[in-house]
């Protein structure tokens, strides 16, 4: 819409990233079907382009009628993305299996602060922007690319970076060696590849161009030294090849969210910045919506949302939500005293994948409780439940509950909880409402 094309489009329900489009200018409608296609046609000049995404699939009412209509170029999301790449000279890609989100936000932040005025696409709400993508001005775009359905293999950026490597997505890749090749197709189209040299499969399979590293005794051509991790904010001193760069601190706690600090700073030496203004770039980072976002204090409860849904995810963040226990600086506005997860796991696939893995990770927490699967269009698979889960977490030496829905859950979870208690929102489903369901269960005179 910043560069004058009329866009319409549709969704299932409303939500703020909705209304702001519509209050934006956009055309939008919340339904799907074949008068959606009628009312476009009719005042569209000209057959308007779609896009779609791999949540569409085919016998969605909107797409069969555009089909039947059979005017209309339709295109999967990635192929506008990579004529956006295309068309800027200093193109960056962000990929991997963990810290894409926050590592692209970081990256949009500090380019934004030093002035290249990036056009930015981000998979989670970006604090700077207030919006998870914007128009820029510049020659310089930031886009954060997803390998879960393979399509990341169109894109040909100038700088790619790949945060880490695990295996996810199982309903797509078949196992290891295939994310292995997707990934290193990706790889190949990138001018430099930037990787992380402290992810064993990177390091084994797709080293790439340069590597940053949290080990300062790495090979990595990017290495941070001294590293110090708060509860409210971490700290290194950056290395670049032999030469000693200087301190920076992130305003985020966690060292996950170090590596995804030194993946922003890589690309960012890379296109020439100097560092003393990365130092002062860095002070004004803020975490991406959904990342340990704190939603609320409640009755002594804070609730926080966060995004993660994936063993690995999980346990980076009960890890940081473990600095801020008994931490009076943490940031937060009450100390907490433990941490409980109230966790909705997200696919019946990954699910039955990472079912070990989900119960040890979440085992940590002083308490779950836990909502059915949040199945986003996945047929069930037997045996594969919320209650096999709890099971799991149980024999792994867990405290869990279990809910039937997020109302019952927000109902009951004065019960299940005391004053002090951090309460994580996790998953990728609609977990994220649970602290806007929340209600005091103190009598108010």
Not at 73 to 91: M, N, Q, T, Y
Not at 251 to 269: D, E, F, R
Request: overall charge negative; some cysteine; aromatic content about 4%.
């Amino acid at each position: 819409m910043a560069r004058g094309f009329r866009v319409s489009g549709s969704d299932i329900c409303g939500s703020k990233s909705v209304n702001a489009l519509h209050r934006a200018g956009a055309e939008i409608t919340l339904q799907q079907g074949p008068k959606v296609v009628e009312d476009l046609r009719k005042n569209a000049r000209l057959p308007p382009l779609v896009v779609i995404s791999s949540a569409i699939k085919e016998d969605n009412p909107e797409l069969a009628a555009i089909r039947a209509a059979g005017e209309m170029e339709v295109i999967h999301r990635s192929d506008l993305l990579a004529e956006l790449l295309d068309g800027h000279p200093r193109s960056i890609a962000v990929a991997g299996a963990h810290g894409k989100t926050t590592t692209s936000t970081i990256l949009s932040t500090i380019l934004m602060d030093v002035g290249m005025d990036p056009t930015v696409v981000v998979g989670g709400m970006v604090p700077r922007f207030g919006s998870n993508g914007r128009h820029g001005c510049g020659d310089v775009v930031v886009v954060e690319v997803d390998e879960s359905d393979g399509t990341l293999v169109k894109f040909r950026p100038r700088i790619g970076i790949i945060t880490n490597l695990e295996l996810d997505h199982t309903d797509h890749y078949t196992d290891i060696s295939h994310l292995l090749d997707t990934m290193a197709e990706f790889g190949g189209n990138c001018q430099t590849l930037l990787t992380n040299g402290d992810c064993p499969l990177l390091s084994r399979h797709l080293p790439g161009t340069r590597q940053w590293s949290l080990d300062p005794t790495s090979s990595a051509h990017y290495r941070f030294s001294d590293i110090r991790c708060l509860g409210r904010s971490s700290g290194a001193v950056v290395h670049a090849g032999s030469e000693r760069l200087g301190p920076v601190v992130l305003p985020l706690a966690g060292l996950h969210n170090l590596a995804n600090l030194a993946a922003a700073l890589a690309a960012a030496l890379e296109m020439g910045i100097p560092f003393p203004a990365l130092q002062k770039a860095c002070e004004a980072i803020r975490a991406p919506g959904r990342r340990f976002e704190f939603h609320s204090v409640v009755d002594g409860r804070l609730l926080v949302d966060d995004y993660a849904h994936h063993p690995s995810e999980v346990a980076a963040t009960l890890a940081m939500a473990r600095l801020m226990v008994d931490d009076d600086e943490s940031g937060l506005p009450v100390t907490p005293k433990r941490v409980v997860i109230a966790f909705q796991p997200h696919r019946h696939s990954r699910t039955k994948e990472f079912l070990q893995g989900f119960a040890s990770s979440l085992a940590a927490a002083d308490a779950v409780l836990l909502l059915p699967i949040y199945g986003a269009g996945e047929e069930s698979i037997a045996g594969v439940n919320h209650v096999a889960l709890a099971r799991a977490i149980g024999n792994a030496g867990g405290t869990v509950h279990c809910f039937g829905s997020l109302e019952n859950l927000a109902q009951e979870l004065h019960s299940h909880t005391r004053p002090g208690d951090l309460v994580l929102a996790m998953g990728a489903g609609s977990i994220n409402r649970l602290p806007g369901l929340v209600r005091s269960a103190i009598p108010i005179a």
